[in-house]
């Protein structure tokens, strides 16, 4: 499939600058966003659909009097449409309320160099193809064990692209690629009946591994199979990155972004260059770190991305700011402009939230747990009181660990705790380092986790 | 755009062989923003236009959606969408067959009293700003409000190669509010959803002196709440809490085709699985719910949908896919977010029945246990294991309501918590909200107040 051209998506940001700045706009900003996706999907045990996505669209802000407008439109190769969205963006800064921390879009930076965030390979992919990669993850479950249902699950590959411009000159171009397997399962064997479980592999470059996420996706499932309960008691947890990026992201994330921590709504407020998580805990948002999948040349605002050091020995070293964020605190942006495609406004998110990996591997991890859970699927962590960090969620399945070895599943444990305290608690890193939406990270181990047995 | 659409649908039955073939478009025009301490962060407006498409070639589906209406390009779209749907095929040991139902043919025209498109944006920022003010001023320990607000309105088209075509309007109003409250070190965290599909009349009934202090109320009073014991105990629902474990808990289990992926709910039709008590209901025509429309993204009227009735399950929300595959009717219940993504079972407005009993009954019956009144989110596993977050909360103590309690959550098995339900109230509430199923619909949810014998409570003390 054609794609817009580099030179017709920015020349389009450009021109639609001066039109709102012909019109009234005391400053302006235009995001031009091409998407583009094939899936095949996957549903109970079959391949039962192929469908592809394509989504163009331009997302216009402008500033009137301090007061901020945005109006978009998936219409953009018609020249009145777009005027039409920049009068609606300015109507909308009219109806709006003056913002005196307001101090103007940012200015143009140099941008940084960044490594396979784009496949060639990728954009080119057939819808066939693509059922071959399905196929073989499918195959691959369906080979491990008779007793494994695929669910549901799928591959899809995509393109996105961007360009920005601003009144003050920034003018940016980005594309990107992305291929992703996943497949939740559950095992049957008579009517015992596992929860679900699911593994995914999502990359930049055309390496997906679907054969492995099949096996995993099958491996998990089979091992959920035999289940114990457990007492209510304190134990040591080994938490993966699958149940990390639920309980990090509603809380600790959170609490490094800038517009939580102005707002009252982060207990890290006050916390910076004190002592906030383990000795062992260093954090980095990194958006150029290669491959990673929120990797990109700049931010929601067309600010350059870069790699900001969050925590270091457990001592917090700083925030995430956008553009508005950072003049409010008279500090940098970090690049951390968020934003989803052409539908929204910017607003302060991480990009790849990386904590740093140790040195012990997986099996050295649980090899030292005398009595403990293995926790990777959680739910309810977005119910987590995200100020506090006070959590109380469900674990299912879970794996008990019991004198360094997994022994047995466990179903329907719950966990209670604050994640803030929780981080302190961390006794080891581990190397297994993955990369998952925004987080990378290894596995870590935390002693002492109150967990309400059936 | 009836003439363009059946043109469509037709050339993929006639040229490329589709068993069956639909389009659905859209012509959307939406309003919104978010307002933090009274700083709106952006107005936005936005037109969202688009068409999907989608075919069923030997029992597979492929689809395609395009952000435009122009013919070649839809033509153009179909054809893939039918060449795609072969090729996903190639292997399919069961195809997809579809249950049959009638051809419609129908105009649906929402009659609001005050529509949100003509409203001035002014005005919805400012009746947002007084709720905030409300709010912030009602306590100094209230630290920051967020309000987003949003609007929808414009017009929906459906067709499909068996002679249906429907146009339908559409507007939603909704907002959500949540305030965050700190003392000593102390932070709670309050939150409020409401949703209409009737028009901008809706905050008539929630003015913003009323909503802001409730918000502004509940961060405060959970400030010198204690943290709950963890263990099994009695436990009283509120409304709203009820809703969500309908929702959740049940609701998705009975949702056909996760019931067909291995939920516990398939080999249980016309068993008793929970209290003579339960009686829940997926209702899609209540006028003016949050979760209510006239017809399906599949042309399929909405019903009201009796799931469980004195504990027997009847019936299950379905497509017309797992209609056909349980013989059974379609029941109204497949809904896309929008024209990029396809139609899945959603649920509508999902609810338990109430009785007789008052509140104070329920309470009074409890020795030792807690009062889940309101709450912050849910979650729950095909196999039946459920999550209710909670936002407010009280111990019971000796048949009386005692101490607040924060950040609690309440979790256990759907089937086995369903039996333990040992009285039912007469106050019944139905609540706007959101759910997420990989795309976002707007559903409705609620009940009465409800005793349940045991839950397991998670809590740190």
């Not at chain 1, 499932?221 to 699958?242: D, G, H, N, P, R």
């Not at chain 2, 363009?4 to 050339?11: F, G, K, M, Q």
């Amino acid at each position: 499939m054609a794609v817009l051209e580099k030179e017709f998506m920015l020349s389009l940001a450009e021109n639609t600058v001066k039109t709102a700045q012909q019109k009234g706009a005391a400053e302006a900003e235009a995001f031009v966003y091409e998407g583009k996706a094939t899936n095949i999907g996957i549903e109970r045990g079959q391949i039962t659909k192929n469908d592809r996505i394509l989504d163009r669209g331009i997302g216009i802000r402008v500033q009137i009097r301090k007061a901020i407008g945005f109006a978009y439109t998936n219409i953009i190769e018609n020249q009145t449409a777009i005027e039409t969205t920049v009068i609606k963006a300015l109507e909308a800064a009219r109806a709006s309320k003056p913002d005196n921390d307001w101090k103007g879009l940012p200015e143009k930076k140099p941008y940084p160099q960044i490594e396979k965030t784009f496949d060639v390979k990728i954009l080119e992919l057939h819808s066939d193809e693509l059922v071959n990669v399905a196929t073989a993850m499918l195959d691959a479950a369906i080979e491990a064990d008779k007793r494994v249902l695929p669910i549901e699950g799928g591959c899809g590959a995509g393109y996105v692209s961007n360009a920005i411009a601003n009144s003050h000159g920034i003018a940016g171009f980005d594309q990107a690629t992305m291929i992703e397997c996943s497949l939740a399962t559950l095992a049957k064997d008579g009517s015992n009946v596992t929860p679900v479980c699911f593994e995914f592999n999502a990359e930049r470059n055309f390496n997906v591994n679907p054969v492995w996420v099949g096996k995993e996706a099958a491996r998990l499932a089979v091992s959920a199979l035999k289940t114990k309960q457990m007492e209510t008691k304190k134990y040591e947890l080994i938490f993966t990155q699958f149940a990390l990026q639920e309980l990090l992201y509603y809380t600790l994330v959170n609490a490094v972004e800038a517009d939580n921590v102005q707002r009252n709504q982060s207990p890290f407020k006050e916390k910076l260059s004190t002592q906030v998580g383990s000795e062992k805990l260093t954090i980095y948002d990194d958006g150029l770190l290669p491959g990673g999948l929120r990797t990109g040349i700049f931010d929601g605002e067309g600010f350059p991305h870069q790699k900001t050091l969050l925590m270091e020995k457990g001592v917090l070293h700083s925030f995430l700011y956008d553009n508005y964020t950072a003049k409010k605190a008279g500090v940098e942006s970090t690049g951390n402009a968020s934003r989803a495609g052409y539908l929204s406004t910017p607003n302060v998110e991480a990009t790849n939230f990386h904590i740093l990996p140790g040195s012990k591997s997986a099996d050295q991890m649980l090899s030292e747990v005398d009595d403990g859970l293995l926790v990777s699927y959680l739910q309810g962590a977005h119910s987590s009181n995200p100020v506090s960090g006070e959590f109380s969620v469900v674990a299912t399945p879970a794996w008990r660990i019991k004198k360094g070895k997994i022994e047995y599943a466990t179903r329907g444990v719950m966990l209670a705790g604050n994640i803030f305290e929780l981080l302190k608690n961390i006794n080891e890193v581990g190397s297994n380092e993955r990369k998952m939406g925004q987080l990378v990270a290894p596995w870590l181990r935390v002693a002492n986790v109150k967990v309400i047995g059936k | 755009m009836k003439d363009l659409l059946t043109r469509v649908t037709s050339t993929a039955a006639e040229k490329f062989g589709a068993e069956y073939a639909e389009v659905r478009a859209q012509k959307l025009f939406k309003t919104s923003f978010t307002m933090k301490e009274g700083r709106v962060e952006a107005a936005k407006q936005g037109i969202e236009n688009g068409v999907a498409l989608r075919t069923l070639v030997k029992g597979a589906w492929g689809s395609a959606s395009v952000g435009s209406f122009d013919t070649a390009i839809l033509m153009d779209a179909i054809s893939d969408a039918c060449v795609m749907a072969r090729q996903a095929g190639l292997r399919l040991k069961n195809p997809i067959r579809l249950a049959a139902t009638k051809a419609i043919e129908d105009h649906v025209q929402v009659k609001p009293k005050r529509n949100p498109s003509e409203v001035s944006i002014e005005e919805k920022i400012k009746n947002a700003s007084s709720t905030n003010n409300v709010a912030l001023k009602s306590d100094k320990r209230v630290k920051s409000c967020t309000i987003d607000y949003f609007d929808l309105t414009g017009t929906s088209y459906f067709a499909n190669n068996e002679g249906t075509y429907i146009e339908q309007d559409k507007l939603y109003v909704w907002s959500r509010l949540t305030a965050s409250a700190l003392q000593n070190g102390v932070f709670t965290f309050s939150r409020e959803e409401i949703g209409s599909t009737l028009g901008y009349e809706i905050f008539d009934k929630d003015p913003p002196e009323i909503l802001g202090e409730r918000l502004a109320k509940r961060a405060v009073s959970q400030l010198n709440a204690k943290s709950p014991k963890g263990g099994t105990f009695p436990a009283v629902l509120g409304p709203n809490v009820v809703g969500v474990f309908v929702h959740e808990a049940f609701g998705h289990l009975a949702e056909a085709d996760l019931a067909l992926s291995g939920g516990v709910l398939a080999d249980n039709m016309g068993k008793k699985i929970a209290s003579d008590l339960v009686t829940f209901y997926d209702d899609g025509t209540i006028n003016g719910a949050f979760g209510s429309f006239k017809y399906d993204d599949e042309g399929v009227p909405a019903k009201k949908t009796l799931l469980i009735k004195d504990g027997v399950v009847t019936g299950l929300m379905h497509n017309r896919e797992t209609a056909q595959k349980f013989n059974s009717e379609p029941t109204g219940n497949a809904r896309a977010e929008d024209f990029r993504v396809e139609p899945i079972i959603r649920m509508r407005n999902t609810y338990m029945a109430p009785r007789e009993r008052s509140l104070e009954e329920l309470i009074e019956g409890v020795d030792f246990g807690y009062y889940f009144k309101n709450f912050r989110g849910g979650q729950a596993n095909l196999d039946g294991t459920f999550q209710v977050g909670i936002q407010e909360a009280y111990e019971i103590v000796k048949g009386e309501v005692g101490d607040p309690v924060r950040d609690a959550s309440i979790s256990g098995n759907t089937l086995e918590t369903l039996l333990k339900v040992d009285a039912v109230g007469k106050d019944f509430e139905l609540s706007a909200g959101r759910c997420g199923k990989g795309q976002t619909a707007f559903i409705g949810d609620g009940g009465p107040n409800i005793r349940v014998r045991e839950v397991i409570v998670g809590g740190s003390a």
